[in-house]
């Protein structure tokens, strides 16, 4: 039967268009698979990389950097947690390089042990060393250490990635994992810190206690340890009213830090923390010694010198005593103002203005 030449040209155009149709439709097909493909590789890649190491942090370098963020699209099915590290400054202890290092591994390792394949695979904890990915510290933007940055699925630019402040490690791998949490609304669940004492340690030195015990008993009979000698006792009674006012079972708690690296000036050095809810060591040394002199002050004065007979003596030192509790107590009141922004004021009666 033929075919009407009316009929000829529809004919070819609705094949046309639906060869052309099938066509990009099997094209789209196939770029979605290898899409998905790449994606799952790189995934793939980096759960491998992550198994060679034994804390689960992934060392990078420059050509690593390029494959897993430069050179991929956005969104990616995965965070980066990267730590920038230079071994030629672990010399310079006051930046804690080691040891907030070791932290961030601490922090990698519980990660992952408290989640699911799924959970721990959308985040990876890495780090990055100087002179070995210059090219790396460029391309974040990094001039000072420490330095640690998170990696969002959707950064194209790695200087906008997100900075953790040095408030959010100051309290080591707690407080990082508060950071993590909060960012990339994961759990990262309790850190799994390392016992201090193995086994062998604990009974070599409960063996110890033992021998110790029976020769300190001998001697409590006798009534001939230091337990028994008064100056004893005073420096304990002012050793813990020195660690109770100073702050330092906070510090010990919180793991804060003595000091902290001034981020716009790396050779100076941050005693002082202005923001409530936090403090340094050596701040909290400086607040517990100024309180020590005012009671000790106090004690001089109620103890002491009521005994001294000398009238001119005991105004005198009555005199300095005050001067000195009133500059100590100034002291601890502007530091809080200065913290918190908060002032002490002073109200007088109505009738004294």
């Known amino acids: 039967m033929a ?18 149709y099938l066509h990009h439709s099997t094209a789209d097909s196939y770029s979605d698979s290898d899409s998905d493909s790449e994606t799952s590789d790189l995934v793939t890649e980096l759960l491998y990389l992550r198994s060679q190491s034994k804390s689960g942090v992934i060392h990078l370098n420059d050509h690593i950097v390029s494959r897993f963020l430069t050179s991929t699209k956005t969104p990616r099915p995965y965070s980066l947690l990267i730590f920038f590290d230079a071994k030629h400054l672990h010399s310079k202890t006051e930046l804690h390089l080691q040891d907030l290092y070791t932290e961030f591994s601490l922090l990698s390792s519980s990660f992952i042990s408290n989640n ?22 460029a391309l974040f933007g990094v001039n000072s250490l420490p330095h640690i940055r998170l990696v969002g699925p959707n950064v194209k630019n790695p200087k906008d990635s997100e900075q953790m402040d040095q408030g959010d490690f100051s309290r080591m791998a707690e407080s990082m994992a508060e950071f993590v ?5 994961l759990t990262v669940g309790p850190i799994n810190r390392p016992p201090m004492l193995s086994t062998n340690q604990i009974a070599f030195l409960g063996v110890i206690l033992l021998i110790w015990a029976f020769f300190f008993i001998k001697k409590l009979l006798t009534k001939d340890t230091f337990l028994h000698d008064w100056k004893v006792w005073l420096l304990g009674a002012v050793f813990v009213y020195f660690f109770s006012v100073s702050g330092a079972m906070f510090n010990i708690i919180r793991k804060m830090p003595m000091f902290l690296v001034d981020r716009n000036d790396p050779n100076k050095l941050v005693f002082f ?5 936090m403090q340094l060591g050596a701040e909290g040394f400086a607040v517990g010694f100024l309180y020590t002199i005012v009671g000790l002050l106090l004690g001089v004065v109620t103890h002491v010198l009521v005994r001294v007979k000398n009238r001119t003596a005991q105004r005198f030192v009555m005199g300095v005593s005050l001067v000195i509790s009133f500059w100590a107590v100034r002291k601890v009141v502007h530091l809080d103002n200065w913290k918190t922004g ?3 004021h002073a109200f007088w009666p109505t009738s004294w203005s």
């Open 3 to 20: 075919i009407s030449p009316a009929l000829l040209l529809p004919l070819l155009l609705f094949t046309t268009f639906l060869s052309v």
């Open 116 to 137: 699911d394949a799924s959970s721990a695979s959308s985040l990876f904890f890495c780090d990055v060393e100087f002179k070995e990915s210059q090219n790396s510290f």
């Open 181 to 185: 949490e909060s960012r990339t609304k």
């Open 273 to 277: 923390y202005q923001g409530s809810g």
């Open 342 to 344: 908060y002032g002490v």
